[in-house]
């Protein structure tokens, strides 16, 4: 059936901003634009006053399917994305079994099928048993349908185990994504190093351990000429380093997370086990590094690396529990925070959610251009809400910013033509 989109501000990075509907029609953006031509029969959806968007895509999930579905599903987590805007997410591999094999892509791309909501697009491991010893097949997780390979969770840290890999991904023309961790440097840390954890008593992670890795697979990125992309960047080091990385032409692109551009070690005090996660929440210089690095285009692209845990986990001691928050459903806001503080322009925050992750990733979405799949995501920039996680599609409610007053609400979202979220109809 046709959609037509009416009466509102369409934002398509690099190609449209300003006043206009689109009509969508057999799952395709058909046209963009004043005074459409409109099939009978087709459902109106009136836009005015709200951002007519390319639908949101995640380069960083992780779905818990299939092991650990207690945490996440792919159907609650393909839910939670949809109601955070997000149309398309990209799965990491670190599932039991790994995705570490053309099998367990297949099964990961039936049940996002079955679920009917995200595009979801599996990463592949990039050594088998994410064990870093011996490289997967990476070929037939390409030809599965992977769209990346990673040992998220688990760095390479071979070298020469990192160094082939990136060799057999040019081959395959795959993004090659790291966790970028001395595990040597943050063995046995849970929090960022320094006054903070000394004043709590928790053993440190040093912003060095990342600043390490961020610096050797550069150096691998220059040696073998792969595409290196750079997860959840988080210290004024790494920031630096890709900078300087581009500045030279190589292929180096990099992510980070809203809560490493809006929080800081200190939201840890009280040991508090909704701000544990890896890497850990850094310091404030360390936070207005990664601002400067998203508005100078030193960092590609906002991603959620959204990583539900159940309550009873999270309610373990400091040091006992799990790294990870679920951060689908709170992206748009914590983005649009930086517009409200001159970080970004609107139309830089929207690409950095939609149109640049899928250019990062070779994806054909994140665009309203005629022809395209029709993903769409309809948003109240100045609807303001408190993050309440009971509400949350999620499965999880592993989040620090339970009770912040936020502003801009995902209103509606559509995949390939078909409306699968309403906030007016929808709770969490």
């Avoid at 951002?51 to 995640?58: A, E, R, T």
């Avoid at 440190?204 to 960047?233: C, F, K, Q, W, Y």
Wanted: charged content about 20%; hydrophobic content about 40%; overall charge negative.
């Amino acid at each position: 059936m046709a959609i037509h989109i009416t009466g509102g501000h369409v934002i398509d990075p690099g190609r449209f901003n300003g006043m206009a509907d689109v009509l969508i029609d057999e799952g395709r953006i058909v046209a963009v634009g004043p005074n459409l031509k409109v099939p009978a029969g087709a459902t109106k959806i009136d836009a005015k006053g709200r951002l007519v968007l390319p639908g949101f895509v995640d380069l960083h999930v992780h779905f818990r399917e299939p092991g650990f579905e207690y945490k996440e599903s792919i159907q609650s987590g393909a839910a939670a994305a949809v109601a955070g805007g997000f149309t398309s997410v990209c799965c990491m591999p670190n599932t039991n079994p790994v995705n570490d094999n053309q099998a367990i892509t297949e099964f990961m791309l039936g049940r996002a099928k079955a679920a009917g909501l995200a595009n979801v697009f599996p990463i592949g491991a990039i050594t088998k048993g994410s064990e870093g010893k011996e490289l997967a097949e990476i070929g037939d997780l390409r030809r599965a349908g992977c769209v990346a390979i990673s040992d998220d969770g688990k760095p390479v840290m071979n070298s020469l185990v990192m160094r082939r890999a990136m060799e057999y991904a040019l081959a395959f023309d795959v993004p090659v994504v790291d966790h970028c961790e001395d595990l040597h440097l943050a063995e046995g840390g849970c929090m960022n190093e320094g006054v903070v954890s000394t004043e709590l008593g928790l053993p440190g992670m040093p912003s060095a351990a990342e600043d390490v890795m961020v610096g050797r697979n550069i150096a691998l990125a220059e040696l073998t000429g792969a595409r290196l992309h750079l997860a959840h960047i988080s210290t004024e080091g790494s920031a630096r380093m890709v900078r300087e990385a581009k500045s030279r032409g190589l292929q180096v692109t990099a992510e980070a997370c809203p809560h490493h551009f809006t929080i800081t070690e200190e939201t840890v005090r009280g040991y508090n086990t909704y701000a544990k996660m890896n890497p850990p929440l850094r310091t404030g210089r360390d936070v207005q590094a990664i601002k400067d690095g998203l508005r100078d285009g030193t960092i590609d692209v906002i991603a959620t690396d959204h990583a539900p845990h159940a309550t009873q986990e999270k309610h373990l001691g400091f040091a006992e529990a799990p790294f990870g928050i679920v951060g689908l459903e709170t992206a748009l806001p914590l983005t649009f925070a930086l517009v409200e503080e001159g970080v970004l322009s609107l139309e830089a925050a929207v690409d950095k959610l939609s149109t640049a992750p899928a250019k990062v990733f070779g994806l054909a979405k994140g665009t309203l251009a005629v022809g395209a799949d029709a993903d769409v995501t309809i948003v109240d920039q100045h609807e303001q809400w408190e993050v309440d996680p009971t509400k949350f599609f999620s499965k999880s409610r592993n989040t620090p910013f339970a009770g912040w007053k936020v502003k801009g609400r995902v209103r509606v979202t559509i995949v390939g033509g078909k409306v699968v979220f309403e906030a007016d109809r929808m709770e969490g």
